[in-house]
Antibody, heavy 123, light 106 residues
Framework: QLQLQESGPGLVKPSETLSLTCTVSGGSISSSSYYWGWIRQPPGKGLEWIASIYHSGSTDYNPSLKSRVTISVDTSKNQFSLKLSSVTAADTAVYYC???????????????WGQGTLVTVSS | DIQMTQSPSSLSASVGDRVTITCRASQSISGYLNWYQQKPGKAPKLLIY???TLQTGVPSRFSGSGSGTDFTLTISSLQPEDFATYYC????????FGQGTRLEIK
């Protein structure tokens, strides 16, 4: 059974960089036909897609966050990562890593999700 | 960005009721529409992809329809475990989600 697990600091100071890693177990991140991505959800609010990556390194980004976001993949560790720079309180959210069936664009849904990790931006 | 608008934003219903949630896209997205269920404190769960295809393991009381800009999620006979928040999501372009529909017990 595929499992995804987010890890990283739960508290980040304003203007600093948020860094999260997703470890994939029970399957290979290099499997064809799947992209890997990040989605976030501010407390009590809806879902916002952030970015996705293929094992080859091909990426897609949410235009509203693109200037601050970097997604990367480490196939040797079966992990992918998110960096979000210059964070503010508005970036406080539960961050989910997830698997896209197909690419994020023209794909067939997000079928596996991590449990989510709350990241709070505060001094 | 393609904007996704769900209606209603909240809904009260009883066990056994038939419920329909609507999702409208700001432009045509063909059939690139997915539905998710989210319970408090949990990650979303994929219910339906490509507008009408039931994800493996999802009960058949869930169904989806639509194409272009207008889509619906129907639950034919509500069960206690169905009370949750539902989100639509388009995958025609950079993904965007609807604002969610909270389904509550009447």
């Amino acid at each position: 059974q595929l499992q995804l697990q987010e890890s990283g600091p739960g508290l980040v100071k304003p203007s600093e960089t948020l860094s999260l890693t997703c470890t994939v177990s029970g399957g290979s991140i290099s499997s064809s036909s799947y992209y890997w991505g990040w989605i976030r959800q501010p407390p009590g609010k809806g879902l916002e897609w952030i970015a996705s990556i293929y094992h080859s390194g091909s990426t897609d980004y949410n235009p509203s966050l693109k200037s601050r976001v970097t997604i990367s993949v480490d196939t040797s560790k079966n992990q992918f990562s998110l960096k979000l720079s210059s964070v503010t309180a508005a970036d406080t959210a539960v961050y989910y890593c997830a698997r896209h069936r197909g690419s994020a664009v023209a794909g067939r849904g997000i079928d596996y999700w991590g449990q989510g990790t709350l990241v709070t931006v505060s001094s | 960005d393609i904007q996704m608008t769900q209606s209603p934003s909240s809904l009260s219903a009883s066990v056994g009721d038939r419920v329909t949630i609507t999702c409208r896209a700001s432009q045509s997205i063909s059939g690139y529409l997915n539905w998710y269920q989210q319970k408090p404190g949990k990650a979303p769960k994929l219910l339906i992809y490509a507008a009408s295809t039931l994800q493996t393991g999802v009960p058949s009381r869930f169904s989806g329809s639509g194409s272009g800009t207008d889509f619906t999620l129907t639950i034919s006979s509500l069960q206690p475990e169905d009370f949750a928040t539902y989100y639509c999501q388009q995958s025609y372009s950079i993904p965007t989600f609807g604002q969610g529909t909270r389904l509550e017990i009447k």
